[in-house]
């Protein structure tokens, strides 16, 4: 593997990982929402 491709792998996987924050943080938002609307918070 050359240079530019493994600094581009590693800025893929520090992507991927704020990606998979930003959903988790949306997917709680979410169901923390639910919660409040059907009145069990």
Known sequence: ??????????????????LKRAIADSTLDKLT???VAEGNF
């Not at 593997?1 to 704020?18: G, S, T, Y």
Request: glycine letters at 0%; proline letters at 0%.
């Open 33 to 35: 929402l639910k919660e």
């Open 1 to 18: 593997m050359k240079v530019d491709q493994a600094k581009r792998l590693k800025e893929l996987e520090r992507e991927n990982i704020r």
